[in-house]
């Protein structure tokens, strides 16, 4: 290797003498050996290409072959045999030529070398020179280099080279792919990563994270990777066949062109993907970070604090994405929506270098246990404050070329004109302005501390087989005390049964570094469904929307390991919480799945929350409030151009009694539409055949078996003195056959009734009361296709 060899990657090292690249395996920055190497050698190729025409001809004349007939084919005055000598001579060194001397290996003149070239324009004989200096610089890496991949590939390249001159071509990498070599690049997953993370920030926010991200795919474009060797001495256990392909790529296409420019050069950001930052985001990481508390004192103020503050948080941030098999940023739709569209790019890879944060576990959490569960207890709440949730739209929305037309749709260039007045903070958007603090979403005031860094969120868990973490233990015993505290009906033994028990996991919320708040929950993969155990929050940092966050990132946590269902058992006190958070008494996990794994407790209710994957919940709110505030603006454009003022009615005094109400001026500008129109106009026969097959497939139903026949008195003691007019499909079908139903709210009535009997009379945690609401929307799902309701 060079003279930077074995130096830590990460760490500036320059190339030999000056010239040749930094050593891959070591790192560097913009001053790199590979920059001052590039420089050097770009001063003394303008030094060559301003020196006489004669004295260009005789550099060639090395590289070009004899021209005299039956010379030896292909025969070319080359170096020696690439055999590195003891000391090798510089590049700069090598001894003059003149255009008189025999060659070496065909005995003529080296003048008969370049008689092609004696009419070849001054552009081209410059272009040709500059792959010689290429090809001598290549030579002394060759010489120098030590690692036998690098020398492999320096080889390689200083024959494609030396090709290139014999043939006056383009020098073209010969390899089974071309650039790029993944998709989504580097450059596309760190947009999609600040847009999935950031979209929500104020513009002055949003503007450090983008200095930041581009602070991170700059260093990557100038970053050194270790040499195979180098990585499977660190990491033995990695894939070391697919790092040493993406070394040679790197090489060829980013690494070498820096300082050979005959070759083409690509940013490392844009032609590779995933893959490659995985081998190397963890060592760059800890290595940038390690650079940056060393050399705190030269950097100015301003820099300071973006880069030792905010900078971690966002390279821990940006690590959890990275090495999630989940995370939605490195889709190729990401956020394409309903529009089809993809955020576009706002972060490039050169500029600055940037930095996001997220505080992953620092324990070993991440395995989920599985397995029968044992008896529980109620989750319990201590958040109750009340307030719609609002959230912003995505800051970047789809290109309109895209959009799949739709009648109604609002024109993309109407959106963004829309979305730059109502994020300009100067602009005004009426009366309500001074009225959206007061009106902010739950958790607003808890995602603005975590996105400042006052609290951090982390999925915690006692491990019987790795060595005790003492952060994790100290959390996990701050925990046992807000559970015990803010559950006093809870046995003590058993909130610490369960907080320490492997097979359950706490998402903790931090503030201060101290343990305020938690959710407790055991994971169960096989059945595709979480239990939450505990849920509190301390009673001193209630009211402040932590209840509300806390839920929303466990969401997010499960969404990303393909668990989409949450049950659990609330009391009385924490009903009202979980409502809140999307739950219900609709319990959507098939009874079979959870009877067995959790165990009914007396006194409790029985909720479940089914999970959207395609919902960033943290950001939830804000993209609703986003939303509200777009609709209120497209509104007022709306009545500024529909305030003309029609002349009041005259006909009436005319003595007409009624008239249309399409016919009143300006009504139907309003975009008023008659509806309602002919829905009980059908014919008797029609409407039997509708009403007959509406039926039939209700009955078809699996959900109908508990309604297909009135309820036996001997399996509902006190059924009848409940129910005063009880309903079944058997009854419904002779009243059809009898010709009762003349008009849709008759049939529709009937079917009615048959549901609100069933939820009065069995309990709403019952297979019932479920088979109730789900065959009542599939009846309403019929009854709007058959045209008879309004969609």
């Given at each position: 290797m060079s003279d930077g060899a074995g130096v830590p990657q990460g760490s500036p090292a320059l190339g030999a003498a000056g010239l040749a690249p930094a050593a891959?395996?070591?790192?560097?920055?913009?001053?790199?050996?590979?920059?001052?190497?590039?420089?050097?050698?770009?001063?003394?190729?303008?030094?060559?290409?301003?020196?006489?025409?004669?004295?260009?001809?005789?550099?060639?004349?090395?590289?070009?072959?004899?021209?005299?007939?039956?010379?030896?084919?292909?025969?070319?005055?080359?170096?020696?045999?690439?055999?590195?000598?003891?000391?090798?001579?510089r590049a700069d060194q090598a001894a003059a030529v003149n255009l008189l001397e025999p060659c070496r290996s065909c005995s003529h003149a080296l003048s008969n070398h370049v008689i092609h070239l004696e009419n070849v324009a001054e552009d081209e004989v410059d272009r040709l020179l500059g792959i010689a200096l290429d090809v001598d610089h290549l030579y002394t890496c060759v010489h120098k280099e030590e690692d036998p991949d690098t020398k492999q590939v320096y080889f390689s390249l200083f024959k494609l080279l030396k090709k290139s001159i014999l043939q006056m071509g383009m020098p073209v990498v010969e390899a089974l792919e071309s650039p790029p070599f993944e998709k989504p690049s580097i450059e596309q997953g760190v947009n999609n990563f600040v847009q999935y993370k950031f979209s929500h920030l104020p513009l002055k926010e949003w503007q450090t994270i983008v200095e930041l991200a581009k602070m991170f795919l700059?260093?990557?474009?100038?970053?050194?990777?270790?040499?195979?060797?180098?990585?499977?001495?660190?990491?033995?256990?990695?894939?070391?066949?697919?790092?040493?392909?993406?070394?040679?790529?790197?090489?060829?296409y980013c690494y070498v062109p820096q300082f050979c420019d005959s070759l083409p050069r690509y940013e490392a950001t844009l032609v590779f993907g995933r893959t490659l930052l995985r081998s190397v985001f963890t060592v760059m990481r800890k290595q940038l970070l390690q650079q940056a508390r060393q050399e705190k004192e030269k950097l100015p103020a301003e820099k300071r604090t973006l880069i030792l503050t905010h900078f971690p948080k966002f390279l821990s941030m940006l690590e959890e994405e990275v090495y999630s098999n989940n995370s939605p940023i490195w889709s190729e739709d990401f956020l394409a929506g309903s529009s089809g569209g993809q955020v576009p790019t706002v972060i490039s890879a050169p500029p600055v270098a940037r930095s996001v944060y997220y505080n992953?576990?620092?324990?070993?959490?991440?395995?989920?246990?599985?397995?029968?569960?044992p008896a529980r207890r109620p989750a319990s709440t201590v958040e109750r404050s009340p307030g719609a949730e609002k959230r912003k739209l995505v800051d970047s929305l789809s290109d309109d070329n895209k959009r799949v037309r739709v009648i109604g749709d609002i024109p993309m260039e109407l959106i963004n004109e829309v979305m730059a007045t109502i994020t300009d903070p100067a602009a005004i958007l009426g009366p309500e302005t001074s009225l959206l603090t007061a009106h902010s979403a739950r958790d607003e005031a808890a995602r603005l501390e975590e996105c400042r860094g006052v609290i951090e969120f982390h999925v915690i868990g006692n491990s019987l087989s790795q060595k005790p973490n003492k952060k994790i233990l100290m959390w996990l015993v701050g925990l046992q005390n807000v559970f015990s505290h803010q559950l006093p009906r809870m046995p003590k033994e058993?909130?610490?049964?369960?907080?320490?028990?492997?097979?359950?996991?706490?998402l903790s919320l931090i503030k201060d570094g101290r343990v305020i708040g938690g959710i407790c929950f055991r994971m169960f993969p096989s059945q595709g469904f979480t239990e939450i155990v505990f849920c509190a929050v301390t009673s001193n940092e209630q009211v402040k929307g932590y209840g509300t966050h806390l839920m929303n990132h466990l969401k997010e946590y499960h969404i990303k390991h393909d668990i989409l269902n949450f049950l659990t058992y609330a009391d009385e006190y924490a009903i009202g919480y979980f409502k809140k958070q999307g739950f219900s008494k609709d319990i959507k996990v098939p009874r079979v799945k959870y009877v067995g794994y959790i165990k009914d407790y007396e006194g409790a209710t029985l909720m479940g929350c089914e999970l959207n994957p395609s919902i960033p919940y943290t950001e939830f709110s804000i993209i609703i409030k986003k939303q509200k505030e777009i609709i209120k603006k497209l509104i007022e454009r709306k009545q500024s151009q529909i305030r003309k003022v029609y002349p009041g009615l005259t006909c009436f005094k005319?003595?007409?009694?009624?008239i249309p109400i399409e016919s009143i001026p300006g009504i139907r500008e309003t975009g008023w539409k008659p509806v309602g129109k002919g829905k009980e106009l059908k014919d008797p026969e029609q409407l039997y055949a509708t009403f007959k097959s509406i039926l039939q497939q209700v009955k078809s139903h699996q959900s109908a078996w508990p309604f297909m026949e009135p309820v036996k008195k001997s399996e509902a003691p006190g059924y009848y003195q409940v129910i005063r007019f009880p309903m079944d499909l058997k009854t419904m079908s002779e009243r059809?056959?009898?010709?009762?139903?003349?008009?849709?709210?008759?049939?529709?009535?009937d079917m009615q009734r048959i549901f609100t009997n069933c939820r009065e009379y069995n309990p709403p945690e019952s297979e019932y009361y479920r088979c109730a609401n789900l065959l009542e929307k599939f009846f309403y799902s019929k009854i709007k296709e058959a045209g008879l309701i309004d969609k």
């Open positions: 891959p395996g070591s790192g560097g920055s913009e001053s790199s050996g590979a920059a001052l190497g590039s420089a050097r050698i770009a001063v003394k190729k303008a030094q060559l290409r301003s020196a006489p025409r004669p004295k260009k001809l005789e550099k060639l004349g090395v590289y070009s072959s004899c021209k005299v007939a039956n010379a030896t084919a292909g025969r070319v005055r080359t170096r020696p045999p690439l055999h590195p000598p003891p000391t090798p001579p700059k260093q990557i474009n100038f970053w050194q990777l270790e040499t195979p060797s180098q990585r499977k001495q660190r990491a033995a256990g990695d894939d070391a066949a697919g790092y040493k392909v993406n070394y040679t790529r790197w090489l060829c992953s576990s620092p324990s070993p959490v991440e395995s989920v246990g599985g397995g029968a569960s058993y909130i610490t049964r369960l907080v320490f028990d492997p097979k359950h996991k706490t005319e003595g007409v009694r009624q059809l056959k009898s010709q009762y139903y003349t008009t849709r709210k008759l049939f529709m009535a």
